[in-house]
Nanobody, 121 residues
């Protein structure tokens, strides 16, 4: 019904940069918040950043000043520019969005399959 496809993960050295992208497709009547979450081994999934349909952003304290989230409503994409990466940023990064698939739908959260980000020298 709704599909999210992530791209852009990989291996990078500390201090390096990566850009994650996520494209939504399917029954997209209204796309509400879009965001990125991450889960490191042995830890719970945590919020990284979200962006509302009108551009308001929220960031985890640990990534403020280093990561930038953006969205393109026409292309139905959300991106995460990650700069000055640290080893503790290593995790599986998930794209998520809240979507109304028809008029009157309250909206549901959808998740991508995740893309691995590894920060190591």
């Amino acid at each position: 019904q709704v599909q999210l496809r992530e791209s852009g993960g990989g291996l990078v050295q500390p201090g390096g940069s990566l850009r994650l992208s996520c494209k939504a497709s399917g029954a997209l009547f209204v796309i509400n918040d879009m965001g990125w979450y991450r889960q490191a081994p042995g830890k719970q999934r945590e919020l990284v950043a979200t962006v509302s349909s009108d551009g308001r952003t929220i960031y985890a304290d640990s990534v403020k000043g280093r990561f930038t989230i953006s969205r393109d409503n026409a292309r139905k994409t959300v991106s995460l520019q990650m700069d000055n990466l640290r080893p503790e940023d290593t995790a599986l990064y998930y794209c998520s969005t809240n979507v109304q698939t028809f008029r009157g739908d309250r909206g549901n959260d959808y998740w991508g399959q995740g893309t691995q980000v590894t920060v190591a020298s």
